[in-house]
């Protein structure tokens, strides 16, 4: 069974059970928590998906890292993980289950790249677009990336709005070589 679909099951069992404790904001917090220190630590997902490190040494890790800082349930949640061996995708579970919270709630994730950097107002106005265009609550990640030029490139799931000076060219260096090879 593919990594996807593992740890999807996985997060789906999160979700039932953070409905059913009536717990989904606070196991939704804790699940962000442990998803951005998993992102940020390569090391810790190095020891998590190390055969060598035995299972009760992981737990053990874990709890010291995260015993104050998330709930008793999400705490538990990753000990049966790492108890049914799969520490290995533990940061594909969580990743699958905020996107889960995110669907539930009506979110989705865009990626903005500009070619310098966005100040709050243009943030803000360029998320309400968003919310309008895209009928949803959006959520936005801001990358500058000076090869651009200039403009902005904004991709939510598969669609990708590209109002960049970059592409701009491109299009024209298509039209004029097309008109040239007339």
């Not at 390569?42 to 890790?61: G, H, Q, T, W």
């Not at 993980?81 to 995708?89: A, L, S, Y």
Request: glycine content about 4%.
């Amino acid at each position: 069974m593919s990594v996807y679909r593992i740890s999807y099951r996985y997060a789906s069992a999160l979700m039932i059970l953070a409905e059913e404790k009536k717990k989904l904001k606070e196991i939704s917090e804790d699940s962000e928590l442990i998803f951005n220190t998993l992102s940020a630590s390569r090391e810790l997902r190095s020891v998590l998906k190390s055969p060598v490190v035995k299972s009760a040494d992981k737990i053990s890790l874990l709890e010291k890292i995260f015993k104050n800082k998330v709930g008793a349930d999400t705490l538990g949640f990753m000990i049966f993980v790492v108890e049914k061996n799969r520490e290995n995708i533990l940061f594909d579970i969580f990743k699958e289950f905020t996107a889960l919270v995110d669907k539930r709630n009506g979110v989705v994730k865009a990626k903005v790249i500009s070619a310098v950097d966005l100040d709050d107002t243009l943030r803000k106005r360029m998320v309400s677009d968003l919310n309008k265009k895209t009928g949803k609550l959006v959520s936005a990640d801001y990358k500058t990336d000076p090869d651009i030029i200039g403009g902005f490139v904004v991709r939510i799931e598969d669609t990708v709005y590209d109002a960049s000076v970059k592409h701009q060219l491109s299009l024209l260096r298509a039209k004029f070589s097309e008109e040239i090879n007339l």
